[in-house]
């Protein structure tokens, strides 16, 4: 892509230093335990920028960072955001103050995004032609229901927006995707729809998906609708000329219909009562 960075880093990203973008809400001992498994796989390499979303029970205090043994620093937001905005936060953060990080890995705090799993996802970014790499799910750890809404979900967002999506926030960034995304008011909506309307050169690898360290999930059912109407709010041009033109083909097709209805009565090929039912 013109204009686009070129990150040349010897060996692993992670084998330098790299930054971590983490919101939490309301989740401190699972966040606690995924810090401490970062710091037992890469030593103090990654800088962590932990968004805590408004947490009023659990925040998350810089105190932990230090007692694990890692650099980084929390943002404490003072109302809940949200998910994806948290996330936004996190990675204007590091655009802003960190500017030439090799790289920028956006996780979950909860352990479904695995540490250990980092080194496998970076590992493409050392291609000169791709600028982020996504995590696309081998396996999930779900109830049926989760799973069965999800793939409605994503046959959705095919049918309106004519493109595919099977990955969530887990990602990394080069410096220039970095600063691409940061700039798109998109990504305030919806982090992984933002990665697909960027045009950034994308590259997918599938993991598996780890089980929650603690707690429960906070998102619900509502939360996960709204969710995915936010991803197909980033293409609302796109979805409004599909919808435009479904519309327009069960109109064509009601008014052939009945035409045809009407046709087959006028030469009384209808049996009675067909008419107006």
């Known amino acids: 892509m013109t204009g686009m960075q070129t990150m040349t880093v010897s060996g692993n990203v992670t084998d330098h230093r790299f930054a971590v973008v983490m919101p939490v809400y309301e989740d401190r001992e699972a966040s606690t ?35 694990v043994g890692l650099s980084g620093v929390v943002i404490r937001l003072k109302r809940n955001v949200g998910h994806q905005r948290a996330i936004a936060i996190g990675l204007n953060y590091v655009a802003d103050t960190h500017p030439d990080m090799p790289c920028t890995v956006v996780m979950d705090s909860d352990g479904e995004d695995t540490p250990q799993s980092i080194r496998q996802l970076v590992t493409p970014l050392s291609a000169p032609n791709v600028d982020v790499v996504v995590a696309q799910r081998k396996s999930r750890v ?26 969530g926030n887990f990602m990394a960034l080069k410096p220039a995707a970095l600063k691409r995304l940061a700039a798109m008011q998109e990504l305030w909506m919806h982090v992984a729809a933002c990665a697909l309307t ?9 993991l598996d998906r780890g089980p929650r360290y603690a707690g429960k999930s906070k998102m619900n059912f509502v939360g996960l609708a709204l969710h995915g ?49």
């Open 33 to 67: 335990r995924l810090l401490k498994e970062l710091f037992a796989e890469y030593g103090n390499r990654p800088h962590v920028v932990i968004v805590d979303d408004g947490s009023l029970h659990q925040p998350v205090q810089l105190q932990v960072l230090k007692d």
């Open 142 to 167: 779900e109830t049926l229901r989760f799973k069965a809404f999800y793939l409605v979900y994503k046959a959705l967002f095919q049918l309106l927006t004519g493109r595919k999506i099977s990955f």
């Open 198 to 206: 960027s045009k950034l050169r994308m590259q997918t690898i599938p």
């Open 229 to 277: 109407f936010r991803a197909l709010m980033v293409f609302a041009e796109d979805v409004l000329v599909r919808v435009g033109i479904i519309c327009a083909f069960v109109a064509v097709t009601t008014v052939l219909a009945s035409i045809v209805a009407i046709g087959l009565k006028l030469a009384s090929f209808a049996t009675p009562g067909w008419f107006s039912v």
